[in-house]
């Protein structure tokens, strides 16, 4: 019996789909990510350049929603250090900018800086940008 081409590209094509989904490794302790709202001069340009003010609170809610999803993609490896982050809110339309750094070596605290904040619906993110959607 003969397995069609499309049907032996579709198993081989889940197959490598189900390996992605596999973490690379496990953390032996907590990951700790911090959300540095002390933005750049950028971002709080960005906060009051519309009729509407992005506050503060509203960006450190956009940003917690984020962290798990955040935390789950670094143990997937799709997520890295200095990758440029772009967190979009589906209910808000806000859409934070920011970066990750490391807080200290062994690699279990993190910081997320926010580089520029905007509401825009359907917000496009640069090419090489990490996009977490939240709701």
Do not use: W
Request: with cysteine.
């Amino acid at each position: 019996m003969k397995i069609k081409e499309s049907a032996l590209r579709r198993l081989v094509r889940e197959e490598l789909s189900f390996l992605a989904e596999e973490p690379v490794g496990s953390f032996s302790s907590e990951i700790e990510i911090v959300v540095n709202v002390d933005k750049t001069r950028h971002a709080g340009e960005r906060q009051t350049r519309h009729d509407e003010r992005i506050t503060d609170d509203e960006i450190m809610a956009t940003a917690k929603k984020g962290v798990d999803e955040i935390k789950r993609r670094m143990l997937l490896d799709q997520i890295d250090i200095d990758d440029e982050i772009v967190i979009r809110d589906h209910k808000t339309d806000l859409n934070v900018v920011c970066t990750m750094d490391p807080l200290d070596r062994q690699g279990s605290r993190f910081e997320l800086t926010v580089i520029t904040v905007m509401r825009k619906k359907n917000f496009k993110p640069k090419s090489g940008s990490k996009t977490v959607d939240v709701y």
